[in-house]
């Protein structure tokens, strides 16, 4: 069986390693089958929390994996890896309780009472 890695010369500067395109096609085979099984269940008769749930734990993994394989996430270091999900997280909660709308949904619209 022949190895999946391809070693090119590259003058100088040592060898250039290129991985075969096997573990991305898994990769996304994986992710059409996670997106099959969110059609799915979107058809089964379930409460809203259990709908709202089962679909982020299937959508999270999702994520998870095209940002790691296709962003290439997984062969940086792990410092790295945690630094970008803590600032993925920061961000989108500050976008989510950040904005001024957010407060009118609490609060509703200042001054919106007729006196």
């Known amino acids: 069986m022949a190895n999946p890695i391809e070693v090119r010369k590259t003058g100088d500067h040592g060898a250039h390693v290129t991985p075969g395109i096997g573990k991305d096609v898994i990769v996304y085979v994986c992710l059409l089958v996670l997106a099959g099984v969110q059609f799915v269940m979107a058809y089964q008769n379930l409460t809203v929390s259990q709908m709202l749930t089962r679909m982020m ?55 919106s009472e007729v006196k």
């Open 57 to 111: 734990f299937v959508a999270i993994i999702e994520a998870s994996l095209a940002v790691l394989f296709f962003m290439h996430l997984y062969s940086e270091k792990r410092s790295f890896l945690i630094f970008v999900v803590v600032f993925t997280v920061s961000v989108l909660l500050g976008l989510q309780y950040g904005w001024t709308d957010s407060n009118r949904m609490i609060n509703g619209a200042p001054y």
